[in-house]
């Protein structure tokens, strides 16, 4: 890793201002109804704003936020969750995050790296499955370097089976340096996904102990920046809630997301909130962990401060709280994951986890199938879309898109397209049941017209002639 990139950071967190906000902002009804309103033109919050929020304790004030983002939520996003599944390439680690069962300092933990042909067969295995989207994820290691990363984007396109193919790769990796971001961004990434894990020095300086790539503060703050000076303009941020006070962590993650749209003109193309879950050899007193109410607070707030960022809720979260929170603002979420490397292709009962090989345990272990049925029965349209990407319409481009209506144009019909390609190819009778039972739903939504003809035709052709991958 080239260290002479780390001169010049900016730091764009300011702790004094944080703290001070979190201290001195009281709720008031006159305040955050303006708020909510601003919201709801769709104009992101200040830090300001953000903290305005934050500050609402009353059961009236939180109905109200909940009621705005549920709004915001449906009137940005429709109806539909875009669905993905983590594919774990290696746990190899020189770091020693002391809350991840991949940590260095951790001799229990069973190390590997999947070999291209590995890497293959858990491919086919997710297509098979009928997965379109992955995030690759990857220790931080000498052995992962930006050409091996590339290689292995690579090797996930160029792997099909039967009519599956993998349409979007996205990356969950050690920050790197611009040539790095270069080298991977040609392989045809989506987004790269760096969290921040605490925005608080102090505290990321406890968990992220010793002499570390990982240890320093400002070069994972800057993770961003230099990607888009690697051509990169689609990134992920988050943080891993429960290292320190989630009030915290969430004006940390709107002043990442104004520092990079006002810098750069693009915001963060989606924002993640981990909350810290049992991994191996994980013994942490933690003082921060975030309540179910606090979390469903949490994600509201950030869709109200963000609104045309996507929202990631991982299967680290049970059945029970994705079901509750979904509505609040999340447009992402993952299915049938399996953490342990190698994992789609070994035999495990149930819920079971081998949790010397995983980073941490998992909430939901649902399959796809089932999760795709429980969206449906709720009313949600579960997408494989990949087109915005695919056509170019990412990064400053997708926030030229990003206006209402034609987001809803777009996406709502590819949601159909691809979700009409899932029951075809690969799901259960129950859920090919209820799959067409609610595209007959979004059909009676849709005025008459050429819009919703056209989607008719679509579908007949993946339906009666087999044909794949038409995209608005
Ligand atoms: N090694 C790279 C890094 O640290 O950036 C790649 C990402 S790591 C494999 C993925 C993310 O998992 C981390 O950024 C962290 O937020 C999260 N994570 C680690 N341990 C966790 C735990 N015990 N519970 C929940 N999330 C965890
Ligand atoms: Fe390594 Fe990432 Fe785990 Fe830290 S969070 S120990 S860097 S894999």
Not at 28 to 33: G, Q
Not at 317 to 332: H, K, L, N, P, W
């Amino acid at each position: 890793m080239n260290m002479e990139l780390t001169k010049g950071f900016v730091d764009f967190i300011d702790d004094a201002k944080l703290h001070s906000l979190i201290n001195n902002t009281r709720e008031d009804p006159v305040v955050y109804r303006a708020i909510l309103k601003k919201s709801l033109s769709k104009q992101p919050l200040t830090v300001e704003e953000t903290a305005a929020l934050i500050a609402v304790q009353s059961p009236e004030g939180l109905h109200e936020i909940f009621e705005t983002a549920r709004e915001l939520k449906r009137s940005v996003y429709g109806n539909r969750i875009v669905l993905f599944a983590p594919l774990y390439i290696g746990n190899y680690c020189i770091n020693d995050c002391q809350y991840c069962g991949f940590r260095r300092s951790l001799r229990s933990t069973v190390r590997h790296s999947l070999s291209d042909q590995e890497l293959v067969n858990e491919v086919r295995s997710l297509e098979d499955e009928g997965h379109k989207r992955l995030i690759l994820v990857y220790g931080e290691h000498p052995k992962y370097t930006p050409e091996f990363i590339a290689h292995t984007v690579r090797m996930t396109y160029a792997t099909k089976s039967g009519k599956g193919e993998i349409r979007r790769v996205n990356i969950n990796a050690a920050p790197l340096d611009i040539e790095g971001y270069r080298t991977v961004k040609e392989a045809g990434i989506g987004t790269f996904q760096v969290f921040q894990e605490t925005y608080h020095k102090e505290t990321y300086a406890k968990y992220h102990p010793g002499n570390t790539q990982k240890s320093n503060y400002l070069w994972r703050l800057n993770a961003m920046d230099r990607a888009f000076e690697g051509g990169i303009d689609d990134m992920g941020i988050g943080a891993l809630f429960g290292l320190y006070d989630w009030r915290f962590e969430v004006l940390g993650l709107v002043s990442h997301a104004i520092h990079l749209q006002t810098t750069y003109g693009v915001g963060p193309h989606t924002i993640s909130f981990p909350r810290i879950q049992p991994a191996n050899g994980m013994e942490l007193d933690l003082p921060y962990r975030v309540s179910d109410q606090d979390f469903k607070k949490l994600v509201a707030i950030l869709r109200l401060a963000v609104p045309y960022t996507g929202l990631i809720m991982t299967a680290r979260e049970s059945r029970a709280i994705r079901d509750e929170v979904m509505e609040f603002g999340v447009s992402q979420i993952d299915a049938g994951t399996k953490l342990e490397i190698g994992g789609y292709n070994k035999e495990r009962k149930g819920d079971e986890q081998a949790l010397d090989e995983e980073q941490f345990q998992i909430g939901d272990t649902r399959n796809l199938d089932e999760v795709i049925r429980w969206l449906l029965t709720r009313d949600y349209i579960p997408s494989f879309c990949t087109a915005c990407y695919r056509v170019g319409r990412t990064g400053e481009h997708f926030m030229e898109f990003a206006i209402p209506g034609f987001i809803k144009r777009f996406c709502t019909r590819n949601a159909l397209l691809t979700l009409a390609e899932y029951l075809e190819d690969y799901s259960s009778d129950l859920t090919k049941e209820e799959g067409y039972k609610l595209t007959e739903r979004e059909l009676a939504k849709m005025p008459d017209g050429d819009e919703k003809e056209s989607l008719k035709e679509r579908l007949k052709k993946i339906r009666e002639q087999g044909i794949r991958d038409i995209l608005y």
